[in-house]
């Protein structure tokens, strides 16, 4: 027998901050970093994410003085991802799925029979 498809669906975000309050990572630091990953330049990423180079800037240089690590390498023909960066691109989308999958389980076990989904 199939299952019905849900009306409702929870959502949820997710972001680390520092002790002060302040954004170290979240899906659009993660966004930056994809974007700069897979078109080797901040410019470019700019573009495709219709936001300034000075905001991209400022945001992935606020998260690399809050770390005290660098999460980009620049070159004269663009940037790329250090290490970090990478381990924080792949580590953050895993740990979204965990979450919403247990999001996702918690919403049918508590709150689905009361809304009648």
Known sequence: MARKECQFRIR???WV?????????????YRILE??????????AAQEL???????WAR???????LGKPLLIRQPWGSRLTPLG???LHQFQGLQRIVEKES??????LMAAE???
């Open 60 to 66: 992935i240089s606020a998260t690399e003085q809050r």
């Open 17 to 29: 901050e520092n002790a002060d309050g302040k954004v170290v990572f979240g899906l659009g630091r």
């Open 104 to 109: 996702n389980t918690l919403y049918e076990n």
């Open 12 to 14: 949820s975000k997710i």
């Open 115 to 117: 809304l009648g989904d």
């Open 50 to 56: 219709k936001m300034s180079y000075r905001a991209i």
């Open 86 to 88: 990478e381990t924080l």
């Open 35 to 44: 974007a700069v990953q897979r078109l080797g330049s901040l410019q470019a």
